[in-house]
C-alpha cells in the first residue's frame, strides 16, 4: 500500500540532496529536521556534521542552503545562528497534503502500515472471578484497549489475552457452598443482566465467607474441594465453570459500559494454563535455573533481597507442591512464545505487581524462552488518586465499583449535554452523554503518562475547558456542523490561494498525525497521542476563530478551508478511535 508521502518527509527528501550536493560524502546524513517556532521547520544535523568534517558550520550550512531546490514544496530556506536552516513550506504544498489525505480510500490519513507486522501478544484488562471490578482494573483495561487499537492500525499483528483471576483456594469455598446450596446459580446464562449476575457472586461469596471462618466442618470439606478442583474432578469443573459462566456475565456488561470490545476467544485466564505447570518446573529443574530449597522450587536473584539482606527468590512451586503466579505466568510465557510465535508480550499491569515481573522476565530469561528474537516489556501504570491525593476510595474506606463510577460520569455528562443541546431528543442526550462520559474517563487516563498516578476529578473531566476529551469532541461536533451548513459546497483543494497563519499552522499539524501515531504506538504511550489531539483542537478553534470559512473572501477561498476543517475532523475522529473514544456528530 502506498501511503501519503508527509511535508515533513518531502522537505527532508529535499534537504538530502542538497546536503549529498554540498557534501558528497556526507550522502545519507540525517539533516534532523523538526518543526520550529522561528520557521515550519528547522534543520539542525548541520551543526555534528561539520564538527566532523573539521567545517566551518555556517558556511556549510550557507553551501547546503544554495543546492536546496526551492518552488513547489519549499517556499523558502535561510541560514540562522551558528548554523541551522529555517525551512519554510510553500503554501500550495500544505493544500495538496490536505488534498491527498482527503483523497486515501483507506482513511488512514497518512499512516503507513508496517509490510511485515511482528506478533505482539498484549495481556491487559485482568479481572478476577466471583469479584466486582473496582477502580483498579480501570486503568489496565482502557490503557490496554488504546495499545491494542494503536498497534493494529500500524499494522502490528496483535493477539489479545485477558488473564483473568479463575483459579485458586478461594474456589474450593465457592463449589462446596454452591454444592451444598445447589439452587443458587439455577439459571441459564442469557437470563440475568450483568448486574444482576454480580449480585448474585457477590452474595453467594458472602455467604461462602461466612460459613467457611465459622465452620471448621465446612472448612475442612472446602479446602479438599481444592484438591478436587486441581485433580480435574468432572463435577467440581462444571460446578466451577458455573462460577466462571457468571463472572463473564458482569464482566462483559463491564466492559460494553466501557465501550470496549472484549472477545470470549481472547479470555485465557490462570486455568488455561494448568497442564503446563508441571513442565514448566521440570524444565527450570533440569536447566538448573531453578533449585530445590527448603522443599519449595525457588529461582533467586543477586540483586533481589530482604529488609534482612537475605535473597527473595521467585517461588514457582510451593513446597506442599501448589503451584503459585509465578508458574502460571511462566507457562503463559512459553505459551505465548511457542505456540503464538509472538516477537513481543506486552503486560499491561499494575507497577505495583513490577518486582514479580521482573523476576519472571529474568527466570524466562534464563530459560531460554525470552531472548534477542522474543522480549518482554511491562507497560507499569499508576495508581488512580482521590481529590484528596489518596488511593481513591468511599468515603466508608471502600474501593470504589467500576460501574457506580462510570455511571456516575455519564449522568454528570448528560448534564453537560442538556445544557448544551439545542435540538437533541432525551434519548439523543442520553446516547451522547454515554460517549462523552465514558470518554472523558478514558481520556483523563490516556493523558496521563502510563507510570504517574493521577487524580479522578469528574467535574474537571467533563468540562468543556481544558484538555479534556470533550474539548475535542465539541471541536469535532462544530466542524460537522460547519460542513451541513455549507450544503451543496464541497470540501475542495485550491494550492493556488495564499494560506492565514492559523491555516498553515493547522495544516502542518495535520501533517504530523502519522508521526504522532507512530510515536505513541512504538512506545506504547497513548498520551503522546492525547497530546498530539489536544493541540490539533486548539489549532483548529484558534482557525475557527480568525479564519472565517463559510463567509470567507471568495468561493475558492470558502472551499480551501472546508478541506482543511474536513481533514481536521477525519484526524480527530480517527485520532479519538485509537484511544477507544466516540466522536459525536453533534453536542
Given at each position: 500500500m502506498t501511503s501519503v508521502t508527509s511535508l515533513s518527509d518531502s522537505v527532508q527528501q529535499h534537504l538530502s540532496s542538497a546536503l549529498t550536493a554540498a557534501l558528497p560524502q556526507a550522502a545519507g546524513a540525517d539533516p534532523l529536521l523538526r518543526r520550529s517556532d522561528r520557521a515550519d521547520y528547522q534543520a539542525n544535523g548541520i551543526l555534528a556534521l561539520a564538527k566532523k568534517e573539521k567545517a566551518n558550520p555556517r558556511e556549510l550550512a550557507t553551501q547546503v542552503a544554495s543546492h536546496v531546490v526551492t518552488g513547489e514544496v519549499i517556499a523558502d530556506v535561510e541560514v540562522s545562528g551558528p548554523g541551522f536552516l529555517n525551512v519554510t513550506v510553500a503554501d500550495g504544498a500544505i493544500v495538496r497534503n490536505l488534498a491527498a489525505r482527503a483523497a486515501d480510500p483507506e482513511g488512514r490519513l497518512g499512516v503507513p502500515r508496517a509490510e511485515r507486522p511482528a506478533t505482539t501478544v498484549v495481556d491487559y484488562a485482568q479481572p478476577n472471578v466471583a469479584k466486582e471490578m473496582h477502580v483498579g482494573h480501570l486503568r489496565s483495561a482502557v490503557i490496554g484497549d488504546s495499545v491494542v487499537q494503536l498497534l493494529e492500525f500500524t499494522g502490528e499483528s496483535v493477539v489479545r489475552r485477558h488473564h483473568i483471576g479463575d483459579w485458586g483456594t478461594q474456589f474450593g469455598m465457592l463449589i462446596q457452598y454452591l454444592d451444598e446450596h445447589p439452587g443458587e446459580l439455577d439459571h441459564e446464562a442469557s437470563e440475568v443482566s450483568g448486574e444482576e449476575a454480580m449480585s448474585n457472586l457477590d452474595r453467594l461469596y458472602k455467604a461462602a465467607r461466612a460459613l467457611?471462618?465459622?465452620?471448621?466442618?465446612?472448612?475442612?470439606?472446602?479446602?479438599?474441594?481444592?484438591?478436587?478442583l486441581q485433580a480435574g474432578d468432572p463435577h467440581t469443573l462444571a460446578t466451577w465453570q458455573k462460577f466462571v459462566d457468571e463472572s463473564k456475565i458482569y464482566f462483559f456488561s463491564v466492559f460494553d459500559k466501557l465501550d470496549m470490545e472484549i472477545r470470549d476467544a481472547d479470555i485465557v485466564g490462570e486455568s488455561g494454563y494448568n497442564d503446563m505447570l508441571a513442565e514448566t518446573c521440570r524444565l527450570l529443574e533440569e536447566s538448573g535455573v531453578a533449585v530445590r530449597s527448603e522443599g519449595a522450587l525457588c529461582v533467586f536473584f543477586d540483586d533481589v533481597k530482604g529488609p534482612d539482606g537475605n535473597p527473595v527468590p521467585l517461588i514457582v512451586q510451593k513446597s506442599?507442591?501448589?503451584?503459585?503466579?509465578?508458574a502460571t505466568d511462566l507457562s503463559a510465557i512459553r505459551d505465548r512464545v511457542f505456540r503464538l510465535k509472538a516477537n513481543t508480550l506486552l503486560y499491561v499491569v499494575d507497577a505495583r505487581q513490577s518486582l514479580h515481573f521482573k523476576m519472571v522476565f529474568e527466570t524466562a530469561r534464563r530459560a531460554g524462552w525470552l531472548g534477542e528474537d522474543v522480549t518482554a516489556h511491562q507497560l507499569a501504570f499508576g495508581t488512580v488518586l482521590g481529590a484528596d491525593g489518596k488511593p481513591f476510595k468511599t468515603r466508608a474506606g471502600e474501593t470504589v465499583r467500576l460501574v457506580d463510577l462510570l455511571d456516575e460520569a455519564v449522568d454528570r455528562a448528560a448534564a453537560v449535554v442538556r445544557e448544551k443541546a439545542q435540538d437533541l431528543s432525551e434519548a439523543e442526550i442520553a446516547e451522547r452523554g454515554a460517549q462523552v462520559g465514558i470518554g472523558a474517563v478514558k481520556y483523563a487516563d490516556?493523558?496521563?503518562?502510563?507510570n504517574r498516578d493521577y487524580k479522578f476529578d469528574l467535574d474537571q473531566m467533563v468540562s468543556l475547558n481544558g484538555d479534556t476529551s470533550v474539548y475535542l469532541q465539541y471541536a469535532y461536533a462544530r466542524i460537522q456542523s460547519i460542513l451541513r451548513k455549507a450544503g451543496d459546497v464541497a470540501p475542495a483543494a485550491h494550492p493556488e490561494l495564499e494560506l492565514a497563519p492559523a491555516e498553515r499552522a493547522l495544516g502542518l499539524h495535520v501533517d504530523a498525525f502519522a508521526e504522532a501515531v507512530a510515536d505513541a504506538a512504538a512506545e506504547y504511550a497513548p498520551?503522546?497521542?492525547t497530546a498530539y489531539l489536544y493541540q490539533l483542537a486548539s489549532l483548529y478553534t484558534t482557525f475557527y476563530d480568525k479564519c472565517p470559512v463559510l463567509k470567507a473572501e471568495s468561493p475558492a477561498q470558502v472551499e480551501n478551508r472546508l478541506l482543511l476543517c474536513d481533514v481536521t475532523a477525519r484526524t480527530l475522529h480517527r485520532g479519538m478511535a485509537l484511544l477507544g473514544i466516540r466522536t459525536p456528530e453533534r453536542l
Open positions: 467457611f471462618d465459622s465452620d471448621e466442618e465446612f472448612k475442612t470439606r472446602a479446602r479438599r474441594r481444592v484438591v478436587d506442599d507442591g501448589g503451584y503459585g503466579y509465578a490516556l493523558s496521563t503518562s502510563a498520551h503522546k497521542l
